[in-house]
């Protein structure tokens, strides 16, 4: 996971927010109001653009048109459902089917809201609210994600509630194949320049691409190319 910095609130969503609200009555939910959004298609692009660079909140995979996804609220709303219009707790998440031909949603943020579903938010690490987020996490060499020193508890505790770890979700498979397309970017990048992938030019190659933050599974790679 990697540390979503929050942009400037867009001025749609905050003029369209003060309409719906004065929608809210004790009879409607909120989930229902927040659903009436004319701009959430425009918050989605901006969210996963401006933000997110093209990546999901949780797992990183590069969402497009092809990749389901939908504006995520961090904290969820059935534990807060004031929250329903605070832009701070608004990333882009996919819907957990990328990994899967089995149309089940295995990965990232959907069980959060299942109702009855456990989640300790002393515990779950945010990624718009702590900086140094990847500092808790470790990729062995199956390519699944564990926790280092930093903090196992909360560390643990995210890859649960996200189910980044699980074996069955093919996330190391995904990761694994981001591991290897690296590699030969890398090899690519050198030969079309026509230069000899020395030492001191791999490193150089690899600091450039990584720089970018905006490559599927960006700090998976980060950690193995170290």
């Given at each position: 996971m990697?540390y979503?910095?929050?942009?400037?609130?867009?001025q749609y969503?905050?003029?369209?927010?003060?309409?719906?609200?004065?929608e809210?009555?004790?009879?409607?939910?909120?989930?229902?109001v927040?659903?009436?959004?004319?701009?959430?298609?425009?918050?989605?692009?901006?969210l996963?653009?401006?933000?997110?660079?093209?990546?999901?909140?949780?797992?990183?995979?590069?969402?497009?048109?092809?990749?389901?996804?939908?504006?995520?609220?961090?904290?969820a709303?059935?534990?807060?459902?004031?929250?329903?219009?605070?832009?701070?707790?608004?990333?882009?998440s996919?819907?957990?089917?990328?990994?899967?031909?089995?149309?089940?949603?295995?990965?990232?943020?959907?069980?959060?809201?299942?109702?009855g579903?456990?989640?300790?938010?002393?515990?779950?690490?945010?990624?718009?609210?702590?900086?140094?987020?990847?500092?808790?996490?470790?990729?062995?060499?199956?390519?699944?994600?564990?926790?280092?020193?930093?903090?196992?508890k909360?560390?643990k505790?995210?890859?649960?509630?996200?189910?980044?770890?699980?074996?069955?979700n093919?996330?190391q498979?995904?990761?694994?194949?981001?591991?290897?397309?690296?590699?030969?970017s890398?090899k690519?990048?050198?030969?079309?320049?026509?230069?000899?992938?020395?030492?001191?030019?791999r490193?150089?190659?690899?600091?450039?691409?990584?720089?970018?933050?905006?490559?599927?599974?960006?700090?998976?790679?980060?950690?193995?190319?170290?």
């Amino acid at each position: 996971m990697r540390y979503i910095e929050k942009r400037e609130t867009p001025q749609y969503f905050i003029e369209e927010v003060k309409l719906l609200e004065l929608e809210l009555t004790r009879n409607q939910k909120r989930r229902e109001v927040f659903d009436k959004l004319k701009c959430k298609k425009d918050l989605h692009h901006y969210l996963l653009t401006k933000e997110q660079n093209g990546l999901c909140g949780y797992c990183e995979a590069y969402i497009n048109e092809f990749v389901p996804s939908h504006i995520e609220h961090i904290e969820a709303l059935n534990r807060n459902i004031n929250l329903v219009f605070d832009y701070s707790n608004l990333i882009v998440s996919c819907d957990g089917l990328c990994f899967t031909d089995e149309n089940k949603r295995l990965t990232c943020g959907h069980k959060k809201d299942t109702k009855g579903y456990k989640v300790n938010y002393s515990l779950f690490l945010s990624p718009t609210k702590v900086k140094n987020i990847r500092d808790y996490f470790k990729y062995t060499d199956n390519f699944n994600i564990g926790a280092t020193n930093l903090n196992p508890k909360k560390a643990k505790e995210t890859i649960r509630v996200l189910n980044l770890g699980d074996h069955n979700n093919e996330l190391q498979e995904a990761r694994k194949k981001a591991f290897e397309e690296f590699k030969m970017s890398i090899k690519n990048y050198a030969e079309k320049r026509k230069k000899s992938l020395t030492s001191e030019l791999r490193n150089k190659i690899i600091q450039f691409l990584l720089s970018k933050e905006n490559l599927a599974f960006i700090s998976f790679l980060k950690y193995k190319f170290k």
